[in-house]
């Protein structure tokens, strides 16, 4: 197993800094980003197992897989099948007021008596 020397606030600062890069990611690459995760899941399946197991002591491999392995891997390929849909643009009616979006307007608590 790989050894990690950074820190998660390090890693944390790394994933907003890339996102902030590409806030909006084509569909193409959501899509090879899904396809990576459900390759990585799939290919250390029974690494996952061994772990949980390490963690745990004495969880079946099989409860693994259905617990811990296959919701996310079916939530991916959900993810996988709809993402195009999802990121079509619509075109949406507000509900909101139209005469309170003025400059004058502020959303705020106001607080009695302070």
Known sequence: MKSYS????QLFADQK????????PSIKL?????????????????KICKAVESDFGRRSHRNTLLVDVLPPLNSLKHARKNVDDWVKRENR???F???????STIFA??????
């Open 30 to 46: 959501r899509k090879d980003r899904i396809d990576r995760l459900i390759n990585i899941l799939l290919k250390d399946k029974h």
């Open 6 to 9: 950074c820190s998660l606030q």
């Open 17 to 24: 800094k890339a996102h902030e890069k590409e806030p909006y």
């Open 97 to 103: 007021p139209h005469g309170l979006l003025g400059a």
């Open 109 to 114: 608590p106001y607080r009695w008596g302070s």
């Open 93 to 95: 009616k507000s509900n």
